[in-house]
């Protein structure tokens, strides 16, 4: 296959740079700094070397053996980055921008978050790599996240609360945005995935395959052949791309993106984009949208609010209109049940995102042979969660 995207940010119809004027300058330098810095050796071993003593990586490749005999169907392998330093693979991310703001000499980074796992990971680079850093987060989200927002002022942030719209993250975007165009000298602004304008997509795919690489070195390791599936929970797709995208040119290996069913793709309360959604323009890139019949954004559900998102990556809407991925989702109930079935089989409580590509493997099992290997890649882990279903489940602290 030809590599994606093309030199101007397209994958196929999809991605590109949907951006103001003001932005371009910005975009611009990003885009060549990148040209220049993904092919440096230098670079590539100094990020490779800041994931081992940050993040700790290579995380293992678990074969999980109780998981496995419960479903009755492939091998299962889980890839670890519930056990990156902060609890999920968004840290990949957040130290390869990180490394690039310091290569543009940029000593400021901003960012925004909705449910504040973003928000965490960049507070976290920040501290490691004496940067100054600013959140923009709405103040709903903020009242919903609080211990979040206190994390990331202990990691030494400054958490911007924004008062306007819907208090939610698309307007601590806009505020990002603003923020960005007046201080682009100074200032690199960090998206959290594969989301917004070219070259964004590129580069947090470039960054997050980490996962796929180390999990390709570790099945052949272990099992003497490569996977016959790949498994992983899309929100704005980072993780799954990550693990998808080194096996993307073995045609035979099946890739499965699982989205947020929300309460039931019926009743419309769900973020299922390929499902219920359609091409538009959202946050600076051409990808599927949940959206109206005039381009007005729906509103979204999960329990999830990592997978709670209106776009999908433009990487990710080429590769399902291709039939190269092939895209499903789960529901918050089988999410649930999955989550408790992982937490009592294997002793990991996965993070409530996770949890929706286990339910996948869940029902997918006995479609498959029992010599056949399964790979899931398991996010986050679960400790940010576990409040939240306690409450759904009546307990009172
Ligand atoms: C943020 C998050 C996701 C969703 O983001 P992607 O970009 O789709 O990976 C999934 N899992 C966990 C644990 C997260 O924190």
């Not at 602004?189 to 590129?202: E, F, I, K, Q, T």
């Not at 339910?359 to 006995?366: D, I, L, M, P, T």
Request: contains cysteine.
């Amino acid at each position: 296959m030809t590599p994606v995207p093309d030199p101007r940010g397209r994958f196929g119809q999809y991605g590109g740079q949907y951006v103001p004027e003001t932005l371009m300058p910005a975009i611009l330098e990003l885009q060549e700094v990148y040209a220049r810095l993904c092919h440096d050796r230098s670079f590539q071993q100094e990020f490779q070397a800041c994931l081992k003593k940050h993040v700790g990586r290579p995380t293992p490749l678990y074969f999980a053996k109780r998981l496995t005999r419960t479903l009755g169907g492939p091998k299962i392998y889980l890839k670890r980055e519930d056990l990156c330093h902060t609890g999920a693979h968004k840290i990949n991310n957040t130290i390869g921008q990180a490394l690039l703001a310091q290569r543009m000499n940029k000593r400021r980074i901003i960012a925004e978050t909705g449910a504040g796992q973003h928000g965490v990971a960049v507070a976290t680079v920040a501290a490691a790599f004496d940067l100054e850093a600013e959140i923009y987060m709405g103040t709903d989200d903020m009242k919903r996240q609080a211990l979040n927002v206190f994390r990331m002022q202990l990691l030494g942030a400054t958490v911007t609360g924004v008062n306007a719209g819907s208090r939610t993250l698309k307007d601590a975007i806009s505020e990002a945005m603003r923020d960005w165009t007046t201080n682009v000298r100074t200032t690199h602004y960090l998206l959290g995935s594969v989301l917004g304008a070219h070259p964004y997509p590129m580069i947090i795919r470039d960054f997050q395959s980490v996962i796929g690489r180390e999990a390709r070195h570790q099945i052949l390791e272990a099992e003497g052949q490569l996977p016959h599936c790949l498994v992983a929970c899309v929100g704005g797709g980072s993780n799954s791309i990550g693990l998808f995208y080194p096996f993307i040119n073995d045609p035979q290996i099946r890739m499965v993106g699982v989205e947020a069913g929300g309460l039931g793709l019926d009743s419309g309360q769900h973020a299922a984009r390929f499902s219920g959604g359609s091409p538009g323009v959202l946050q600076g890139t051409m990808t599927y949208v949940l959206q109206d019949q005039h381009g007005q954004i729906n509103a979204t559900h999960s329990v999830s609010a990592g997978l709670d998102y209106p776009a999908v990556g433009p990487e990710h809407a080429m590769y399902h209109d291709s039939g190269r991925i092939h895209y499903t989702s789960a529901t918050d109930e089988e999410a649930l049940q999955a989550f408790d079935l992982l937490s009592c089989e294997e002793g990991i409580i996965p993070a409530l995102e996770s949890a929706h590509a286990i339910a996948e493997a869940v029902k997918r099992a006995h479609t498959m042979q029992k010599s056949h290997i399964m790979i899931i890649n398991l996010s986050g882990r679960g400790d940010k969660d576990v409040d939240q279903i306690a409450r759904m489940r009546g307990a009172e602290f």
